[in-house]
């Protein structure tokens, strides 16, 4: 029997505690979720970075097509795309996607020890659910939520939850506390994947910022693509795992 362990932000993350473990980082608006959608949409990889700055030397060295986008407490960053789906799927095709945020891409990177590294989201959880039961239901999987400049986010507590609910419906495992009260918390919410990110502090920042409600219901659509993202510590690359 495996056991599933959770961490409730980036700023939480041991990376020498990483090792040996399964880790699954969660940044449901958006990064784990752009990241779900490029890969779906044709990218070759996904490139997490920790800054603009990081983004920027990348991409000056890296010698096959590839697209830059990032956002900085909530704002597209000067000279880069926007990081939301509508944004990218028309360009990301066949091109590597250089990827900065303000916290998923670097909870991406801070757990780069762990053994085997997944991003995931409510676009893929499900699939994501099957995949760690076949590869890895006797180890120990430690779901990162990234949160938002260390402070708890209640969308990636969520996302979190969807994947355990998945996880426990088709294996056996031991859940630490931070997990089960995960579970409870999704199994409980009466309210729609939208409504509930929708009424999040980060999901009503973002519309304050004129952004359209359309992508959060994007994003909120359980199950809708098949992507199972890892990441290759050696590349530094997120790719789609092929079955």
Do not use: W
């Amino acid at each position: 029997m495996g056991n599933i362990q959770l961490i409730f932000k980036k700023e939480d993350i041991q990376p020498d505690q990483m090792k040996g473990k399964i880790a699954v980082v969660f940044d449901v608006l958006f990064a784990t979720s752009t990241i779900t959608a490029a890969l779906a949409d044709g990218a070759t990889s996904v490139i997490p970075v920790y800054d603009k700055a990081q983004a920027r030397e990348k991409a000056k060295t890296f010698e096959e097509a590839y697209v830059l986008a990032g956002e900085e407490q909530g704002r597209t960053i000067e000279g880069f795309h926007h990081p939301l789906r509508t944004f990218l799927n028309p360009i990301v095709k066949g091109r590597h996607l250089i990827l900065s945020t303000t916290n998923g891409t670097v909870a991406v990177n801070r757990s780069a020890q762990a053994d085997h590294l997944y991003t995931s989201s409510l676009l893929n959880n499900r699939e994501m659910a099957k995949h760690l039961i076949e590869h890895h239901a006797e180890e120990t999987i430690v779901l990162v939520c990234s949160g938002t400049s260390g402070h708890f986010t209640m969308e990636d507590f969520y996302g979190a939850g969807s994947l355990i609910s998945y996880l426990v419906e088709m294996g056996e495992f031991e859940l630490s506390d931070s997990a089960q009260t995960a579970l409870l918390f999704y199994s409980g919410i009466p309210q729609s994947p939208f409504q509930l990110l929708r009424a999040t502090k980060i999901g009503q920042i973002l519309l304050g910022f004129g952004m359209d409600e359309q992508e959060i219901k994007f994003v909120a659509q359980e199950g809708l693509f098949h992507v199972i993202s890892k990441y290759d510590s050696s590349t530094g690359q997120i790719r789609e795992v092929e079955r």
